[in-house]
């Protein structure tokens, strides 16, 4: 972050009066001064309305050369060196951000000083003139004379996931981009503004891909019309080390808040507690999951099971564990041999597809009739397996052989009664899925709409490329996402949204995160309330993260489970088993903070 906003010189800045906001703005000669004249005519109007109106999949448009070239430079120098940002991720984006500057107007003499350039470039931008200019080539009506802009910077790995816009009175949005004038971005730096079609006969709900895409070109200024439910966009990845992509973005507003915001992304988020989650669980077949384990069972088991953990010293051990902190990581769960073959196809696949290791895949990269694509996006994308089981030792493919374990290990009365033996809670019913998270593109977000509102085990069967020390270490501190996030939802809280309720502060926020390893099986018992996510998996990881996700449905016993335990109680707690047969000690758990 020091190349991009440094902290030196940090300005403090307060909150200032409406009053004051407005005579920031009412400056009517603060567009001449700075705007390039020629993009403000007549002729100039006309023909950028034009391209507004005609432009997909929403109107937008993007204004280059917008400003005096002398005066921007002053303002990237202004932001670097005088202008502090905090560091923020959520499960949304990760991103470095200045407080809104429309405070600059409470700034003392000594640091205002400091901000002449990024001062004029904001009377500009909210004038009477440039207001009308907007209103005019966009065709949105009238604007209010509210000031709301910050300064961003995405430095390397830095994103920000789908979402439309739409808060209160925002009624145009606004991207100035400041990135290095003398190196032009390019498109291997990423860092693009991804605009997204909607899915045809679904109204308000983006389509996985984006059709359209911007470079955070130096000196241009990209805007569109704020549409609840549809102008869904996001900030792809940026991959360059040493090119932050530093910019201002803001928003013109409305005098009131615009008819159809109950459609907007943010309210999509907060609908109905519970609404998405999984509504159809199977039973299993033929089977009295309450008894204990027969030979028979013990027979299947050991055809896909370490044995470390089909003894019964290591299920009490577990036990105590579940019923201690509420979850649990198996490592090496599964036989060598099993997961060595799922684990070389994985990684076979991505380096394949160019999946991994500072590259972005195309959106279609992983699509077959097997692999169908999840979305909408502002919830959700990944790949979901539908193709058949291939069975280990045959000539077969990742998601085919995740696949045969789901259907012949964690759908059968056996695995139920296993499962019984570990955590003492008899299961009844069953629902899953074999999905990849490919590095550069997958993520699930947490909203509302999957809100527990029944006990359930999630039972998570991980793999990813950490078959070196550097990659395990991405893997397991969150350096490259990948990881399952926990948390508590707040449903009393109505204007908190899913961007709200997650963060990596430092403090004490709730979050439980599950980092994921590969051949790990994390078990969780997921009481009422708590919210779940896959944190978005950046380029920078080796390859994707494959899984399978199976979520059951325990014996109502009428005892609340524990909340799960942090990763620094994890750290902490005493290792559930001995290291028995190459096994990791059974309970073992590790955190992302």
Wanted: net charge negative; proline share 6%; hydrophobic share 40%.
């Amino acid at each position: 972050m020091a190349d991009a906003v440094a902290a030196a010189d940090a300005v403090d800045v307060q909150p200032a009066s409406k009053k004051q906001k407005t005579a920031a703005a009412a400056d009517s000669g603060a567009a001449a001064a700075v705007i390039r004249q020629s993009l403000l005519s007549g002729d100039s109007r006309s023909q950028l309305r034009q391209q507004h109106d005609s432009s997909g999949p929403y109107t937008h448009l993007v204004l280059k050369e917008l400003a005096d070239e002398q005066l921007l430079r002053a303002v990237r120098e202004e932001v670097i060196h005088n202008i502090s940002a905090t560091y923020k991720e959520t499960d949304l984006f990760k991103v470095f951000q200045t407080g809104d500057l429309a405070n600059m107007d409470a700034l003392d003499p000594e640091s205002a000083a400091k901000l002449p350039a990024l001062m004029a470039l904001r009377g500009a931008i909210y004038s009477p003139e440039f207001r009308q200019f907007v209103e005019d080539i966009t065709g949105v009506g009238d604007l209010s004379d509210k000031t709301d802009l910050s300064c961003n910077v995405y430095a390397q790995g830095g994103h920000l996931l789908n979402h439309d816009d739409v808060i209160g009175t925002r009624a145009v949005s606004f991207i100035i981009y400041l990135t290095d004038p003398d190196e032009p971005w390019t498109e291997a730096d990423g860092g693009a503004l991804e605009l997204y079609p909607l899915v045809e006969g679904k109204p308000h709900t983006p389509d996985v891909i984006p059709t359209t895409s911007h470079l955070p070109t130096w000196n241009s200024m990209a805007m569109f019309v704020v549409q609840p439910g549809r102008s869904f966009h996001s900030v792809q990845e940026v991959l360059s080390a040493d090119k932050p992509r530093l910019s201002i973005s803001g928003w013109y507003h409305k005098a009131a808040p615009q008819q159809g915001s109950e459609h907007a992304s943010l309210q999509q988020l907060q609908m109905k507690a519970g609404e998405d989650q999984i509504q159809q669980h199977a039973e299993f077949e033929g089977d009295n999951t309450s008894g204990p384990l027969s030979e028979a069972d013990l027979e299947l088991l050991r055809s896909w099971v370490n044995p470390a953990y089909l003894k019964q010293v290591s299920w009490a051990k577990i036990q105590g564990k579940m019923e201690a902190d509420g979850s649990v990581q198996l490592q090496k769960f599964l036989l060598p041999e099993v997961a060595e073959q799922i684990l070389q196809v994985a990684v076979s696949q991505d380096t394949a597809e160019s999946v991994g290791s500072g590259k972005i895949p195309s959106f279609t990269t992983g699509y077959s009739e097997d692999w169908q694509a999840v979305g909408p996006p502002h919830k959700q994308r990944y790949l979901s397996y539908r193709g058949q089981p291939q069975q280990p030792g045959t000539a077969a493919a990742a998601g085919g052989l995740l696949a045969a374990a789901k259907a012949a290990l964690f759908e059968s009365g056996a695995f139920a009664r296993l499962l019984k033996a570990m955590i003492g809670v008899e299961i009844l019913k069953h629902a899953g899925e074999v999905r990849r998270f490919r590095a550069g593109l997958d993520y699930t977000v947490a909203h509302y709409g999957i809100i527990t509102s029944e006990p359930r085990l999630d039972c998570v069967l991980t793999f990813v490329n950490d078959t070196t020390p550097e990659a395990a270490d991405g893997w397991a501190v969150g350096e490259v996402g990948g990881f399952e996030a926990y948390l508590l939802a707040d449903e009393e809280e109505e204007t908190a949204g899913a961007a709200a309720v997650y963060r990596q502060d430092g403090n004490d926020s709730g979050v439980i995160n599950v980092p994921a390893a590969s051949n790990t099986l994390n078990l969780l018992m997921r009481d009422a309330g708590l919210m779940r996510f896959v944190k978005y998996v950046s380029a920078a990881a080796p390859g994707s993260r494959w899984d399978l996700a199976m979520e059951y449905v325990p014996e109502d016993d009428g005892v609340d489970p524990p909340m799960p335990e942090s990763p620094e109680q994890a750290a902490d707690a005493e290792a559930a088993t001995a290291n028995e047969n190459g096994a990791a000690p059974a309970g073992e758990a590790n955190g992302s903070a």
